[in-house]
């Protein structure tokens, strides 16, 4: 069980603006950078969001990041059909000394 | 262009061992930490283990703490994980990610525990 609790699923319409969330605790998310990766069905995760809210080049600026206390999310505006995937947050855990993932979150563009 | 082929995945019996190689390719290597992370079959990603630019700081999963060996050689830009007393639960493909950021990911090589 992932101490990064993603829900399992979120859906939207073209157009519209989803956001994942990513609940930690001040071990993780309250010191750390989150970090946003996106994967499609049979492929390597890809880096969407690093150090809270910075976007890699040639990311969209349609996915945005932020974080507040022990908590983090991910939004996606102008959705598109090509979003749909998995999308999986991580920080570093200072008790645990290493990465941990979100369990991941289905989007399903409708 | 940044690369990461990882290599050495293959079909193993339970308490057998796979030693698994990444080659990198289109930066300086002997600059960046690195990591191994593991994703089994329908599930999320789950990270294994670091390993700084020098080698001198490495971190371990609880998962495979004592049965896994992360190791690097900067001359031959590649990156390592030995894995021993192999179990069914380590069935999964492992990327062997760059960095801190974890910026780039390789195909990934697949891993089978099964007798």
């Known amino acids: 069980q992932s101490v990064l609790t993603q829900p399992p699923s979120a859906s939207g319409t073209p157009g519209q603006r989803v956001t994942i969330s990513c609940s930690g605790s001040?071990?993780?998310?309250?010191?750390?950078?989150v970090y946003w990766y996106q994967q499609f069905p049979g492929t390597a995760p890809k880096l969407l969001i690093y150090?809270?809210?910075q976007r890699p080049s040639g990311v969209p600026d349609r996915f945005s990041g932020s974080k507040s206390g022990t908590s983090a999310s991910l939004a996606i505006s102008g959705l598109r059909s090509e979003d749909e995937a998995d999308y999986y947050c991580?920080?570093?855990?200072?008790?645990?000394?290493?990465?941990?993932f979100g369990g991941g979150t289905k989007l399903t563009v409708l | 262009e940044v690369q990461l082929v990882e290599s050495g995945g293959g079909l193993v019996q339970p308490g057998g061992s796979l030693r698994l190689s990444c080659a990198a390719s289109?930066?300086?290597?002997?600059?960046?930490?690195m990591n191994w992370v593991r994703q089994a079959p329908g599930k999320g990603l789950e990270w294994v283990s670091y390993?700084?630019?020098?080698?001198?700081?490495?971190y371990y999963a609880d998962s495979v703490k004592g049965r896994f060996t992360i190791s690097r050689d900067n001359a031959k830009n590649s990156l390592y994980l030995q894995m021993n007393s192999l179990r069914a639960e380590d069935t999964a493909v492992y990327y062997c990610?760059?960095?801190?950021?974890?910026?780039?990911w390789g195909q990934g090589t697949l891993v089978t525990v099964s007798s």
């Open positions: 150090r809270n809210n």
């Open positions: 289109g930066f300086t290597f002997r600059s960046y930490s």
């Open positions: 991580a920080a570093w855990d200072d008790s645990l000394s290493g990465v941990l």
């Open positions: 990610p760059r960095g801190e950021l974890q910026d780039y």
């Open positions: 001040s071990s993780n998310i309250g010191s750390n950078y």
């Open positions: 390993i700084s630019s020098s080698s001198s700081t490495i």
